[in-house]
């Protein structure tokens, strides 16, 4: 079974998901309304704010937002019988929890690392996918390795676990806000290589690119929500268990990423 999964089968299921959700306005602390319905930003919405194009966990296909992210969103969305709002907004602002202390949204979901870090600013769902960096490089380019992109030009994004990697490893790089940024830098010759999450990067294989690296991190995703809303953790939580116990958490899985999720 997968880690994140086996971490998301083992939250509580005493996590109940509460029936009928209200506006923030008068939220409790722990997230709660007084009528002990999950409290929300807009009255019947849970607001997502994400960073598209982040494809397969976020992009824009026919004027909406979809993606492996907002289909389990989505989800929670349905259990607590809420419209999801999906919020296109920078990801310094999402991992940083800036977004969510300034009422922008309710969740933020876009493939993001669980750190201490981000931990200070938000809290975390359990982890719902592990997740390694990849090297996105032309097609028969001879970088493959840690050594051989030394002297080269690398292209991360804005506060990722690529960013971070790349300048733990002395890396040269240059920051874009977002993973098409970098690979339109790629394809203009602007960089050599571009690192980011590998399962973002199989979009891009078939554009005369391909994936020469995979490099392990140990990070894992998970969504984050306002410090203290233990409320639509416990929700989101109880989602998940859901999802894995019934099985569609592996076709969600195996739709968006393209593979099926791995054993052990």
């Known amino acids: 079974m997968n880690t994140a999964r086996s971490a998301a089968a083992l939250v509580a299921l005493g996590g109940l998901l509460l029936a009928g959700c209200s506006s923030s306005d008068d939220a409790s602390s722990d997230g709660t309304a007084a009528d002990g319905s999950i409290a929300t930003i807009a009255s019947g919405k849970l607001t997502v704010c994400t960073n598209p194009p982040f494809e397969p966990f976020e992009l824009e296909k026919d004027g909406e937002i979809v993606g492996f992210d907002m289909a389990l969103v989505g989800e929670v969305a349905a259990d607590l019988d809420l419209e999801l709002a999906p919020l296109a907004t920078g990801f310094d602002g999402i991992e940083s929890g800036a977004a969510l202390n300034a009422g922008q949204c309710d969740i933020v ?82 960089v050599d290589a571009v690192v980011n999450d590998v399962a973002t990067l199989s979009p891009f294989i078939s554009d005369g690119f391909e994936v020469a690296a995979n490099f392990s991190t140990g990070e894992q995703y998970g969504f984050g929500v306002k410090k203290g809303n233990t409320a639509l953790v416990n929700a989101i939580n109880t989602t998940l268990v859901r999802l894995e116990t019934a099985g569609t958490y592996d076709e969600l899985y195996t739709e968006w990423i393209g593979t099926a999720p791995a054993e052990g």
């Open 109 to 190: 979901a876009s493939g993001i690392t669980i750190t201490d870090e981000r931990k200070a600013n938000m809290d975390f769902s359990e982890p719902y996918f592990d997740a390694d960096q990849g090297l996105l490089v032309a097609e028969g380019s001879d970088l493959s390795t840690l050594e051989s992109l030394e002297g080269k030009t690398i292209a991360v994004q804005v506060a990722t676990t690529g960013a971070a990697w790349a300048e733990e490893n002395g890396l040269q790089s240059v920051v874009f806000d977002d993973l098409g940024a970098q690979v339109q830098a790629l394809q203009t010759g602007q």
